[in-house]
Each structure stands twice: as C-alpha cells, then as structure tokens.
C-alpha cells in the first residue's frame, strides 16, 4: 500500500563550513549515500521502495544490485508499469539532509567546491564559508525526452544577461547550467530517452563515464556527482528512435519492469491507486465517505467491484484483439475504477442518494471512455466498445463464480418465481432497487462473500451486493436480462 510521505525532520543547525567540520559530518558521494542507506533498510527489513507494487521478486532485486554497484542504469518497459514512479522512490534513499554551499546553483558540497564561484568564496572565506541544507526531496531532477529537447537543456549554455551585465564571453561564470548540473549531488532521470535526438544523447556520453560536462568553447572541467537512470519504452527502443551504442555501453544496467504478474498485484495496484484519487480506502476496500481531496464527494468502491476492474484489466492485456506490442498501462484499471466511482457520484447528486457505493451498473458506462487507452489490432476497427463490452462480462462472470458461485441464491431466484422484473441501472438508487427486490434471506452471508464486512450495512452495500448477485445470476443463465435505455430488466 501506499505510504504517506514521512515528515521531515528539523533542519540541521551548522551554518558554515567550521560548524559542518566541528559536527563531525563526513562527505559521501550520491551512490555511496544510496548504497549505505539501501544497505541499512535491507539489513533491518525497512521498505526499500515503498508505494511500488508487484516488483519484489522480480524488478526491485535487479534494481537494488544495480544501486549497490554504483550503476547509472535504464528501466525498459511498455507505459504505464511504473518506470517513473520508481525512479522517483529512489531518492529515499539519500541522506535526508545534506549541506551545500549557500547560493550555488549547482549544489557543491562545502568540503569540495566544483564551480568557480565556489572553489572562489572558499579560498576568501574558509572556514567561514557559508552554507545551506539541502533536504533529499530537492535533489531529483527530471526531464522528458522530447525530440525538442537541447544541449542547452540538459547541459548548459552562455547566459546572454550575464553577459549583458559586463563579464566577459569566456568568464566560467556566464555559463547557465542545464538541468543535469543543476541537479548535482542528486538523482537524475531521463525519461523516454530514446526520444532523445541522437546527437544530444552525445552530450551525455562525458556525465556517464568522465562524470563530467563540457559547455560550448569554454575551458571548464565540473566533475558532476550524479546518479543518472532513464526509462525507455521497448517499442521506441527499436522502432521510434533508439538509445546510441556508446550511451547504452555506459549505462551500467538494463532493467526490464513488467506489469503485474498475479491478480492480487493488480487488487493492491487498484487499491492503492484509488487511495490517491479518492482518499482514504474503507474496510471494504472502497475509498471512505468524506475523506481525502474528494471529500464529501468520494464513492465507495466495494471489494468485488475493484476485484472485476483487476479481471477485466487482465482480460484486456490477453486478448487477442489487441495489440500486444502496445500493452495496456496500468492507467486503464486505475481510469476504470475512477469513471465507476464517478457515476455512483454522479447518481448521489442527481437522485439525492445519501451515501454513493458503485455498482455493477456504473462500470458499463466507463467502457466508452477507456477504448482511447488501448491499441486495438487493425482487424478489430470499429468493434472496440464490443469488445470490451465483452471482456467486462467476463470480469463480471469470473469473480462472480469465484465469490457466489457455490452459494444457494435460490430465496433470490424466488423473488422471480412469480413473474417479477427488477429494473436496475446507474440512476437506480440503492433504496429503489432495494424496494423492488425485498427482503432477501441470506443476504448478510452474500455480502460477506463479496467483502463487504461491519459496518458495510447502508443501503448502498445490499444493493451493490445484490445487483453483483443478479448480474452473476444472468451470466449463469439463471436469469434473462432485458437491455433498455436506463439500464437493464432482470426477469425468469
């Protein structure tokens, strides 16, 4: 699950370099800060990466040999498996705070001044070289890899205002650094590189293996202390451009991420992801009512809804409709389950339902909205919603089997032994649909099945349990069901 960011600490008191030496702190390189830190959260079994799911056996073993290796290193994977949000959890693991030279834009450490400014101040004011604190959530830098991006950009180039202000064209202190420098003593990322038109790839090449950049005709050698990591999508790794043989000769390791292997990695990535959007998950496992930035507005999402999300996700990545090269990002079960809380919410506001849970219902009007999220085979042109209308059915008829599937729902299917119709749809409130079915024996056994546990008792809860029964029922073939403008008729 994800973790709520920890609080950080109070600023460290030294404020020049005699302070810094009387305090007795000690300088360490970026990678030796990570290798020590991620040395003493394996030793004591502290989460390494926290909010990061499904990667454990497979993706985080790679990654952490390659950070006790000192490695810069490229994450390859089709969108949407969490290539930046992992690069991102990597800065955890420096030094909470660490002290710069105050004003320096390039972040030197007091103990080693690099830049001219700084080399400069030190040798005028010693040990009374002022500094600042850095905390480590300043030190991650990040650029999109798009084909406009410059070495200017990335590097640095002349500073015209500078030079306006009377220095000379070859004073090392016009220079305007790029993002790369400026993110000195720190963790960079590049995302997309291949994107990355090949001739400012080269501008790279000195940061991996000199740790150093060149700026245009000055005569400047700034050692850098970075730890660089790039994402790159496969497909573009091949076809849309492609990552220079001499940088990825550089880099030290090639990690391949992947999207969740199992159904429960795709419950926990729905679930926590949902904790983002909507606020704080209940015990059903739907985000509870009031909390979080939707406050007031969050529906709940009930166990059985999020596990027929992670189903259909999975469904949809297998098919064979669609185009495999492309994937299917996790983007698409966290968009799916947002759209189906969004129409519980939007049913609350417009019938006055007190208290939204989504349902079975809401998850059919999300389908339209989701097919810009996958690439479809050209063979399938123009049955994309068919298609995963289908899928969804499926979702549906696997959790159902694997949740109901072996109770007796017969005082349900006796409701309709009488010629009885139960009108369901997404403005169906839960106390209609309720009225129409009645009294149900067993229905706190079916919403148990379902997840729902104490406290899972409104009105909300038994309809979306019971309308998850009769859609189940229908899959079975155990019911007919009549399609209509405002949703379905269940019937014998």
């Not at 040395?39 to 502290?46: E, H, K, N, T």
């Not at 991006?149 to 202190?173: C, F, H, N, Q, Y």
């Not at 189906?340 to 998850?363: M, Y």
């Amino acid at each position: 699950m994800h973790e709520s960011p920890t609080p950080r600490s109070e600023t460290p008191r030294a404020r020049t370099l005699r302070d810094l030496r009387e305090g007795g702190h000690t300088y360490r390189t970026v990678k030796a800060e990570i290798r020590e830190n991620l040395l003493a959260r394996l030793r004591s079994g502290v989460p390494r990466f926290p909010g990061i799911v499904g990667f454990d056996e497979t993706v985080l073993p790679h990654l952490e040999r390659a950070l006790l290796a000192g490695h810069d290193l490229v994450l390859l994977g089709e969108r949407g498996q969490g290539k930046t949000r992992l690069i991102r959890t990597v800065t955890g693991l420096l030094d909470e705070w660490t002290p710069v030279v105050d004003g320096c834009e390039i972040n030197d450490h007091p103990y080693a001044p690099a830049c001219v400014r700084c080399v400069r101040l030190a040798g005028e004011l010693g040990d009374d070289l002022p500094i600042a604190w850095k905390h480590r959530d300043d030190r991650y830098g990040e650029k999109l890899a798009t084909p406009d991006t410059s070495v200017g950009d990335l590097i640095g180039d002349v500073d015209p205002i500078k030079i306006a202000e009377g220095r000379t064209l070859g004073d090392p202190e016009t220079v305007h650094y790029g993002l790369v420098p400026r993110t000195n003593r720190g963790v960079f990322s590049v995302n997309e590189l291949p994107d990355l038109a090949e001739r400012i790839q080269v501008s790279l090449l000195n940061v991996l293996e000199e740790r150093d950049i060149q700026v245009r005709g000055y005569n400047l050698r700034l050692p850098l202390d970075v730890l660089l990591i790039a994402s790159a999508n496969p497909e573009d790794y091949t076809n849309r451009g492609r990552i220079i043989t001499p940088l990825k000769d550089r880099f030290g390791a090639e990690i391949r991420t992947h999207y969740p292997l199992t159904l429960d990695d795709e419950l926990s990535l729905i679930r926590q992801e949902a904790t983002l959007a909507w606020g704080a998950l209940d015990s059903a496992g739907g985000p509870a009512a009031g909390t979080g930035d939707q406050a007031g507005l969050s529906a709940e999402l009930p166990e059985h809804i999020i596990e027929i999300i992670a189903r259909f996700t999975r469904l949809v990545r297998e098919s064979t409709a669609v185009d495999s090269r492309s994937g299917v990002s996790a983007r698409f079960s966290i968009a799916a389950a947002e759209t189906a809380a969004a129409s519980a919410v939007r049913r609350a506001a417009l019938t006055g339902e007190e208290r939204p849970v989504t349902r079975v219902a809401d998850l059919p009007g999300a389908v339209p909205t989701l097919r810009g999220k996958v690439e479809f085979e050209v063979s399938e042109e123009g049955r994309e919603v068919e298609v995963l209308a289908h899928l969804l059915r499926r979702a549906v008829a696997e959790t159902f089997r694997r949740t109901l599937g072996g109770m007796d729902l017969s005082a349900l299917l006796d409701k309709f032994t009488e010629g009885t119709q139960i009108s369901s749809g997404e403005l169906t409130t839960a106390t209609e649909l309720l009225r129409q079915i009645g009294p149900v024996n067993g229905l706190s056994k079916i919403m148990s099945q379902v997840g729902m546990g104490e406290g899972d008792e409104s009105p909300g809860h038994a309809a979306a349990a019971l309308e998850f029964a009769l859609e189940g029922l229908y899959l079975m073939r155990r019911l007919s069901k009549d399609e209509t403008e405002a949703g379905a008729v269940y019937r014998t």
